[in-house]
């Protein structure tokens, strides 16, 4: 008798649920098993600012329904955080002491939110934003027309203070390298950008780098961020948006290539025979350009996570490494990004 295959999926973001349906729908029979740290099934985080629409009930983002894991036979174990994977025995060790092993592995564990090194003392004053339990907490932090000072302001921190002015927030933007990640824009070239959101009622400090920001005790409001030139701006919420570091460190035992993300070759294979990557986590080589590039959106992430569940089951698919990437003003002046397309 043949066993049915294995495959396990680590990571349940766009890549991943992606993976999963595709898996299912190409083998009726195999074994999948999504492991997440995340408390939620799969939802978009693009909707995380809804919740300051009065968005609140989790149960309104997601997807698809908890049952309807079961009903399909994915097995999803939540709350369960990978800290090693022996690509050689192939195994995933979870932080409880269970290994589980598969027969092809799928990482799509993403990245998390990049703090330039002279912040990271300063991490405990900042809010997050990467879940609906971080939304809901800045949410609860802010009183009703209260300050967010926004570090560095990457597309997906914009997304989020235009929603804020939006909906009666104040914010107040202090710029950095990593201002429109993922778009690489020269300081050169940012100032109709920075000039557009001014128009909407964005403060912009472009003059000086933050260095801390401490707690300001029983006072309110409750933040001062510090810059180097030594000016204090106060904010009832900071909130950190700098790019993305990738979610690589369970993988350093793995024995696949790795530079900032996992790399793989554009049918997302890992130098394992048994790994592939997908989604926020991995870098693709570009034999053009002769280096490994990272393609971050949700709709070039959830290509990729079908593409690779496809080439797990003997497809040999490419993953089209020329995407367009541009961020510009329309007629009225407002921001247009391919990052934001949904
Ligand atoms: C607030 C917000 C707004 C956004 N807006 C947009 C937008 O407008 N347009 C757009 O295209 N994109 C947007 N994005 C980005 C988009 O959501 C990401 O590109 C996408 O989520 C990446 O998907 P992924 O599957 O690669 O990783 P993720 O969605 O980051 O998922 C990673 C998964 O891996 C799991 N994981 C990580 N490490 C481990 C471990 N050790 N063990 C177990 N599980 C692990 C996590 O729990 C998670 O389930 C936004 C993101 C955020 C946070």
Not at 144 to 159: K, Q, S
Not at 217 to 239: H, K
Not at 257 to 270: A, F, K, N, P, S
Request: aromatic share 8%; glycine share 8%; proline share 4%.
């Amino acid at each position: 008798m043949i066993s049915k295959p294995h495959h396990v999926i680590i990571g349940s973001g766009s890549a991943g649920f992606g993976a999963a349906l595709t898996l299912r729908e190409l083998d009726k029979d195999c074994s999948i098993t999504m492991i997440t740290m995340d408390s939620l099934p799969f939802y978009h985080r693009y909707d995380l600012p809804r919740v300051f629409r009065k968005h609140h009930d989790w149960r309104e983002l997601l997807d698809m329904p908890p049952s309807k894991y079961e009903e399909l036979g994915i097995n999803l174990r939540r709350l369960s955080r990978v800290v090693d994977v022996n690509g050689l025995r192939q195994f995933v060790s979870l932080a409880h002491q269970e290994d589980v092993s598969y027969d092809k592995l799928l990482v799509c564990a993403g990245g998390r939110s990049y703090l330039p090194e002279n912040l990271i003392e300063s991490a405990k004053m900042m809010h997050g934003f990467g879940s609906f339990e971080a939304a809901m907490r800045v949410y609860k932090a802010l009183p009703i027309g209260g300050t967010v000072a926004i570090i560095g302001g990457d597309m997906v921190g914009i997304d989020l203070a235009l929603t804020l002015l939006e909906t009666g927030y104040q914010v107040i933007l202090i710029t950095n390298q990593q201002t429109f990640w993922p778009h690489e824009i020269p300081n050169n070239k940012r100032k109709p950008f920075l000039d557009a959101l001014r128009e909407k009622g964005m403060k912009i400090i472009d003059s000086s780098k933050p260095v801390s920001v401490t707690d300001n005790g029983a006072s309110s409001p409750a933040r001062t961020v510090i810059l180097e030139n030594g000016t204090e701006i106060v904010s009832d919420v900071v909130m950190p948006f700098c790019g993305l570091t990738s979610s690589v460190e369970f993988m350093l035992g793995a024995g696949v290539d790795i530079e900032r993300g996992l790399l793989v070759d554009t049918e997302l294979h890992t130098n394992n025979e048994n790994i592939w990557a997908a989604g926020d986590v991995c870098q693709i080589w570009h034999d053009e350009e002769k280096i490994y590039k990272f393609y971050h959106g949700w709709k070039n992430v959830r290509t990729m996570g079908e593409l690779a569940a496809r080439n797990m089951s003997g497809a040999h698919d490419i993953f089209d490494v020329n995407i367009e990437d541009r961020l510009d003003l329309d007629n009225d002046g407002n921001i247009r990004s391919t990052f934001w397309i949904n």
